[in-house]
């Protein structure tokens, strides 16, 4: 139950994300348009300057047609200006839309990786891959590799064979599959020893990896920065 309301929350959040980028895209694309529709037209100074020909045909002197052409040619400028204008806002609205966009996936990303982090310190430790190899005798525990007897290898084992199928086994259902017996004729004290013995095996070195170092020809002291540590 708790898994599947964590995963229906997951997904809900998703959703909200990628609804609230949608949001803002839509909302900058409304915002340039309404931007490129205020925009003065181009051809608005060319169009004035045509009206001043067509209006005042009387115009005839070297120097009101010389002021004439002028003006004609400032319209072009002007036309010419306002066009690449209307492309640098058009590259700079793309541009703040994509930085928003990554900075709101960014932040998204950021939460969730800073919720996951708080759950790993909460849990301890958490197991991201393990990998059993029963030809080294070893156990490789996300980045960890741990010696392990050749008992405590196959308790694991059918342990993590069980686990894969999603099976509970009782010390004496262990017993029988590691000692080929039926478990009925096997006594539950049996696999819970293996257990123990496996949590006795594997515990130490976790802790010899995790906490407490043994520096060679030096001693021993805790693998942890000092600053976290407290004594009341």
Not at 30 to 39: G, K, S
Not at 69 to 78: K, Q
Request: aromatic share 6%; with cysteine.
């Amino acid at each position: 139950m708790n898994t599947t309301s964590a995963t229906e929350a997951r997904e809900i959040g998703n959703r909200i994300v990628v609804a609230g980028i949608a949001a803002i895209v839509l909302i900058l694309l409304i915002a340039a348009v309404l931007l490129f529709i205020n925009l003065p037209d181009a051809n608005a100074f060319n169009m004035r300057v045509e009206q001043l020909f067509v209006e005042n045909d009387n115009l005839t002197s070297n120097a009101e047609i010389k002021l004439l052409e002028i003006l004609a040619g400032s319209g072009t400028a002007f036309s010419d200006t306002l066009s690449s204008y209307r492309f640098v806002i058009f590259v700079l609205l793309v541009f703040a839309t994509a930085m928003l966009v990554a900075a709101i996936a960014f932040l998204v990303m950021l939460i969730a990786l800073t919720r996951r982090m708080g759950q790993i310190e909460r849990k301890g430790i958490e197991v991201n891959s393990l990998l059993i190899s029963r030809d080294q005798k070893a156990v490789y525990l996300n980045n960890f590799e741990f010696k392990l007897t050749e008992a405590a290898i196959e308790t694991l084992s059918v342990l993590a064979e069980a686990r894969m199928d999603d099976d509970v086994m009782t010390g004496a259902e262990i017993e029988g599959v590691i000692s080929g017996r039926d478990a009925a004729d096997c006594d539950e004290a049996a696999g819970a020893t293996r257990i123990k013995r496996l949590r006795d095996t594997l515990g130490n070195q976790m802790m010899s990896e995790l906490l407490i170092k043994n520096i060679a020809r030096k001693g021993y002291m805790l693998a942890i920065d000092k600053d976290v540590i407290k004594m009341v």
